[in-house]
């Protein structure tokens, strides 16, 4: 709170992804307290800006003005869903209206997608667009477009520990709890000898003595990069989670 402006931005967080973190931490937060007093104020004019910072196109960029891409879509609608599940917090149901536009642009079929129109669809901005795309329309479990994006996720990117990516992990753990049924746990549990992506996490996790004991270490992805040992801490915190703070195939999201 010390660090936020008067105009709802925050010190040191330099991009939209930056701010969108920093929205869905207060929102959360406010969520989880009710604390009127000391946080709808701050969530709110952190949410104001965000809404600010949409494009034209519908999505978000990496910076404000900038091409708006599916992962920084994605993490922007995590920060307005939290805000919206407060249910005091105003988010234009607009944001979100636009929001499916632009990923209707960036996806094949509503199921694979690539980070911006007429791009390569990649496993990283598939499961980030299918998490969007469950947030922007409410998409249920047996949404013919989140079959197809899971069975894409499920052929071409498994979670390997040779190959993390705590961002990917998070974000298709989501979606693959979402959706539910076999994938699912296939997905987390693993099969035929594969670890699935709850495994692959905790044996990742630093553990002996030492002051990195309990955390996960950077991983080589431009996430990783930006948000260094804490970043991806929290998201292999978020992604054992899952299953605890997000609505699974029996539930409708909210």
Same mark, same amino acid.
């Given at each position: ?96 209206? /636009?929001? =499916?536009?632009?990923? +209707?642009? %960036? !996806?094949?079929?509503? *199921? ?100 990195? /004991?309990? =955390?996960?270490?950077? +991983?080589? %992805? !431009?996430?990783?990069? *930006? ?28």
């Amino acid at each position: 709170l010390e660090q936020q402006r008067a105009n709802g931005t925050f010190q040191g967080a330099a991009s939209v992804r930056s701010h969108s973190l920093a929205t869905l931490a207060l929102c959360e937060l406010y969520g989880m307290t009710r604390d009127k007093k000391l946080l709808i104020a701050p969530a709110q004019k952190a949410v104001n800006h965000l809404v600010s910072a949409q494009g034209k196109d519908g999505g978000w960029g990496i910076q404000i003005k900038e091409a708006s891409t599916t992962t920084e879509t994605a993490w922007a609608l995590q920060a307005l869903h939290a805000a919206r599940l407060c249910g005091d917090l105003i988010v234009p149901d607009e944001s979100f209206r /636009s929001a =499916s536009k632009f990923l +209707d642009s %960036t !996806s094949t079929e509503g *199921a694979s997608f690539g980070e911006r129109n007429r791009e390569k669809p990649t496993p990283e901005a598939t499961a980030a667009g299918l998490l969007a795309r469950i947030i922007a329309d409410k998409c249920p479990a047996d949404d013919k477009r989140l079959a197809a994006g899971v069975e894409y996720l499920m052929k071409t990117r498994l979670p390997k520990a040779d190959q993390l990516d705590y961002s990917y992990h998070y974000n298709s753990s989501w979606v693959q709890f979402h959706r539910g049924g076999l994938d699912w746990h296939r997905w987390n549990m693993g099969q035929n000898g594969r670890k699935g992506v709850r495994d692959v996490t905790i044996e990742s996790q630093n553990s002996g003595p030492g002051g990195t /004991s309990g =955390s996960w270490d950077a +991983d080589k %992805t !431009s996430l990783g990069t *930006a948000t260094g040992r804490i970043g991806c801490t929290a998201l292999g915190i978020l992604t054992l989670q899952v299953y605890y703070r997000h609505a699974g195939s029996a539930e409708p999201l909210k």
